[in-house]
Antibody
């Protein structure tokens, strides 16, 4: 069974960098065939895709966040990570990692982590 | 403001059939497949329908999806109390360099 688990600080100060890691078990990131995503859910419940990465390191980012986001993969640890720079209170959300299967317009997110709440506050 | 438009709420009584709509545009639903996710309180979204109308293993056939033009629908027949949840539609959007877009979610209440 594929499982994803987010980890990282639950509180980040404004203007600092939010850093999260997703650890994957039950599947190997390096086997290819999947894109590994970060998605966030605001307190008001709306979902926003942040971006994803392939095992090779190729990335796709949401244009609205692209200037502040970096997603990296560490195949040796079967992990991928998110860095979001210059955060504000508007970045407060539950952050999920998820696996995407299929090719872009015909893809879907088949496995999700449990999510981790990140609050931006001084 | 979500790119895909869903009604904020829907309701039905046990045994009834309810539908939830999802409206988009030519750059998302009009040219790509639609997926639906169910989110029970306090949990992560779970894949319910993919590629417009396919059910993952383990999802009851009471759940069905359809798509026409730039709109999609999720239907739940034989409504049960455990179906009370938030439902989200999602699709790939071809605009700019491409991105995933979601609906704002529909809160389904079983009366």
């Amino acid at each position: 069974q594929v499982q994803l688990q987010e980890s990282g600080p639950g509180l980040v100060k404004p203007s600092q960098t939010l850093s999260l890691t997703c650890t994957v078990s039950g599947a190997s990131i390096s086997s290819g065939g999947y894109y590994w995503s970060w998605i966030r859910q605001y307190p008001g419940k709306g979902l926003e895709w942040i971006g994803y990465i392939y095992y090779s390191g190729s990335t796709y980012y949401n244009p609205s966040l692209k200037s502040r986001v970096t997603i990296l993969v560490d195949t040796s640890k079967n992990q991928f990570s998110l860095k979001l720079r210059s955060v504000t209170a508007a970045d407060t959300a539950v952050y999920y990692c998820a696996r995407s299967v299929g090719w872009f317009g015909e893809a879907h997110f088949d496995y999700w982590g449990q999510g981790t709440l990140v609050t931006v506050s001084s | 403001q979500s790119v895909l438009t869903q009604p904020p709420s829907a309701s039905g009584t046990p045994g009834q059939r309810v539908t939830i709509s999802c409206s988009g545009s030519s750059s998302n639903i009009g040219s790509n497949t639609v997926n639906w996710y169910q989110q029970l309180p306090g949990t992560a979204p779970k894949l319910l329908i993919f590629n417009n109308n396919k059910r993952p293993s383990g999802v009851p056939d009471r759940f069905s999806g359809s798509k026409s033009g730039t709109s999609a629908s999720l239907a739940i027949s034989g409504l049960q109390s455990e179906d009370e949840a938030d439902y989200y539609c999602a699709a790939w959007d071809d605009s700019l360099n491409g991105l995933w877009v979601f609906g704002g979610g529909t809160k389904l209440t079983v009366l």
